[in-house]
């Protein structure tokens, strides 16, 4: 396998016992795992004061490899929708540990120099925590079309093409559930 092959060639793989399309999943879903925390943390310099990318992607890539031991996807899709549960659980209790009513972070003054931004306010990475807890309440199709394209980082294409749908539907349920959720935290802030 010279270059990366495309989850279709995953599947087909799979499909046939190929422990190297395992491998490389699990190769694919750690370098989307590492993306993810770095996008997740840039924003974040006070998150960043009590957790690296390297830190969160060791501790979503842990997840994943401990929920692999119990169940072996049959599928890509499977595998990805596995590795996004896992991320965004990591999410949610990094936000909640560091930020949450009994947490440090909140309580922690930092130096003149180290003013948080709004973006930063405990209240929104709060909010980052509730978003990723708000994906689980999504209709099924929503959910996973979500997962992968958010969370595992298919293109949409590849969401297509491991869902058996068009891309078109794959970009209708896409906007339905960013819709949701936009819904779901406008509404709540009335």
């Known amino acids: 396998m010279g270059k990366s092959p495309d989850t279709l060639q995953l599947q087909q793989l799979l499909d046939q016992g190929d422990e190297q399309a395992y491998d490389e999943l699990l190769s694919i879903a ?5 993306k993810l925390a770095r996008k997740m943390l840039r ?9 690296q990318t390297d830190d969160v992607f060791q501790t979503a890539a842990l997840r994943l490899h401990r929920s692999l031991a119990e169940v072996k996807p ?10 996004a549960t896992q991320i965004r659980r990591t999410l949610i209790d990094l936000a909640r ?21 709004e973006t ?4 929104t990475l709060a909010s980052w925590a509730e978003f990723h807890e708000q994906v689980d309440q999504l209709p099924h199709d929503e959910r996973e079309v979500f997962q992968l394209l958010w969370y595992s980082g298919t293109t949409q294409r ?3 093409e491991l869902l058996n749908i068009s891309e078109r539907t794959v970009l209708r349920r896409y906007c339905r559930a960013r819709l949701h959720l936009q819904s779901t935290f406008h509404g709540a802030d009335e």
């Open 74 to 83: 049959e599928s890509v899709r499977q595998f990805f929708g596995l590795a």
């Open 120 to 123: 930063e306010a405990p209240e």
């Open 97 to 117: 540990h560091h930020f949450g009513p009994e947490a440090h972070g909140p309580k922690h003054e930092s130096g003149a120099d180290n003013q948080p931004r």
């Open 158 to 160: 590849e969401a297509a």
């Open 30 to 34: 750690s370098v989307r795992l590492h």
């Open 43 to 51: 924003d974040y310099p006070r998150l960043r004061r009590w957790e």
